[in-house]
């Protein structure tokens, strides 16, 4: 069954704008990861939150999580051409090894 | 110092016929998962595999999909007597123990005429 649904499936934003995608799983996890995807390629990790965190940064990433609503939210600040995308969330579950993948936002940034 | 390669990048068959994809894991690396994924969705998950173990293989369907990591070679997934709705892109990912990072291979995409 899939563990992630991203919100929304898709979004367009102006070139310098914040984007902003969201994530909800349904079971507990070990941590969730934020891949990223472009067109034809494989995927390509970005940030990793465990569960015990509540936010973390990257360059222009933000990620939270509240395990309490079963969701994460990715923040991408000051939007370029390159991060148009898919972008996909991922669960770890305990004692499951292996990540399971929600369907993807696609984002695109409009120059 | 190579990433996950995957080959063929592309691949076609004919109904009936046998796919077999290959997968080198990045040096070091011995943990191989594969998933699959359809045009405008996420990916599924299929098959988890240590060095000549199978670990978790609850994604693959029971009839016509096997995988296999040998000691020595890449990560082979086989699909026999394949049908259209086989028609996917494969992704082959791998991690040095867990999964707290993997690195994916470019796919390869499988075309079943």
């Known amino acids: 069954s899939q563990q992630g649904e991203e919100d929304p499936q898709a979004l367009s934003i102006q070139e310098g704008e914040n984007a902003t995608m969201n994530c909800s799983y349904k079971t507990s996890i070990n941590n969730l990861q934020w891949y990223r995807q472009n067109s034809g390629r494989g995927l390509v990790h970005l940030i990793l939150i465990r569960s015990n965190e509540r936010e973390k940064h990257s360059g222009r990433l933000r990620v939270t999580l509240d395990t309490s609503k079963k969701s994460s939210s990715l923040l991408i600040t000051a939007s370029r051409a390159a991060d148009t995308a898919s972008y996909f969330c991922a669960t770890a579950n305990f004692g499951n090894e292996k990540l399971t993948f929600g369907t993807g936002t696609r984002l695109t940034i409009i120059p | 110092n190579a990433g996950v390669m995957q080959n063929p990048r592309h691949l076609v068959r004919r109904r009936g016929q046998e796919a077999r994809l290959r997968c080198s894991p990045m040096k070091g690396h011995s943990h191989v998962y594969w998933y699959r994924q359809l045009p405008e969705e996420g990916l599924k998950f299929m098959v988890y595999l240590q060095k000549e173990n199978i670990i978790d293989e609850s994604g693959m369907p029971k009839e016509r999909f096997s995988a296999e990591f040998p000691k020595e070679g890449p990560s082979i997934l086989r699909i026999q007597q394949v049908v259209r709705g086989d028609s996917a892109a494969y992704f082959c990912?791998?991690?040095?123990?867990?999964?707290?990072?993997?690195?994916f291979g470019s796919g390869t995409q499988l075309s079943v005429l």
């Open positions: 990912a791998s991690s040095r123990g867990g999964t707290e990072k993997l690195f």
